[in-house]
């Protein structure tokens, strides 16, 4: 999800998972969005803002719903602002290599209080950030082997310089390929946000 901030011109983006499948994960993620949609307005930093959200969360939902998100603030400048809690690393690729953001909180609706930290970095021109549910990275080839954070880094170096379509393009024919006739067993979604200026 990607919602311009017209507080201050930033973007604030998310990608999260839900426990479980089918519809009522559906609405649990629906019911995420519109929270930080709401939440947006009162332009809170980073952190206090999931930390509210997880406690609306935690107390309208059931002890064995829980979901684990990245969500993040990018302005014009490159400057990114990322709480990972408790969801698979992002990637930040640059033209010299790939970084991980770890996980730096737990995942939201686990526990009704708590803080969540926040990872600060630049991104340079031309670098790109990439967010996916595990839905990728636990993907199985008919022997059973998974695909792998390994083999998604080493993907990302090798398209380091191409467009987010371009980016997006590759790992899904990777990912596709890998997989060969290996039925799906999870979703996947993936954000490709990228600094052209």
């Known amino acids: 999800i990607i919602i311009p901030d017209s507080t201050d011109g930033s973007l604030f983006f ?26 947006l307005i009162a332009n809170l930093p980073l952190g206090e803002l999931v ?4 406690r609306i969360f935690c107390e309208g939902t059931t002890t064995t719903h829980f979901a684990t998100l990245v969500s993040g603030r990018a302005n014009a400048q490159g400057e990114v602002e990322v709480c990972n809690a408790g969801h698979p690393s992002p990637l930040l690729v640059r ?56 083999r998604l880094s080493a993907l990302l170096r090798a398209h380091a310089a191409s ?4 980016l997006l393009g590759a790992i899904l ?23 052209e200026v």
């Not at 390929?177 to 979604?189: E, M, N, P, V």
């Open 51 to 54: 930390a509210r959200a997880n």
């Open 163 to 166: 467009s987010p379509r371009e």
């Open 173 to 195: 024919h990777d990912v596709h390929a890998f997989r060969g006739k290996a039925s799906k067993t999870d979703d996947l979604a993936i954000l490709v946000l990228r600094r």
């Open 14 to 39: 998310f990608v999260g998972d839900v426990t479980g499948k089918g519809v009522a994960a559906s609405i649990l993620m629906g019911h995420l969005h519109a929270m930080f949609r709401s939440l």
């Open 95 to 150: 033209h010299n290599g790939v970084e991980p953001i770890a996980s730096t909180a737990p995942p939201i609706g686990l526990f009704c209080s708590g803080e969540f930290p926040t990872s600060k970095f630049t991104m340079s021109t031309g670098d790109s950030l990439v967010l996916y549910t595990d839905g990728l990275t636990e993907s199985r080839s008919t022997s059973q082997k998974e695909y792998g954070e390994e």
